[in-house]
């Protein structure tokens, strides 16, 4: 295969990549429905949180000064 065909496949396909990125991007920012971003995108997930399950709340651990110490 010559190199010019080659580069031509290449340029061809970053170009097609760019393409449906450049839409898929410009048709989120509009608000439409995009493959890029996957919220609202099925039927399965709730717009509202389960409230069967309260919230975790956030885990803190403390360390002991010990354990701060440098390594030998």
């Known amino acids: 295969m010559p190199l010019w065909s080659q580069h ?3 340029l061809l396909a970053v170009m ?3 393409v449906f990125f450049g839409r898929q ?3 989120s920012l509009r608000g ?3 493959k890029l971003s996957s919220c609202g995108g099925c039927k399965s997930c709730g717009t509202t949180p389960s409230t069967s399950q309260p919230p975790r ?3 803190i651990v403390f360390l002991p000064v010990e354990m701060l ?4």
């Open 8 to 10: 031509l496949l290449v």
């Open 16 to 18: 097609a990549c760019l």
């Open 25 to 27: 991007a410009f048709l």
């Open 32 to 34: 439409r429905k995009s």
């Open 57 to 59: 709340p956030e885990r």
């Open 69 to 72: 110490g440098r390594r030998k």
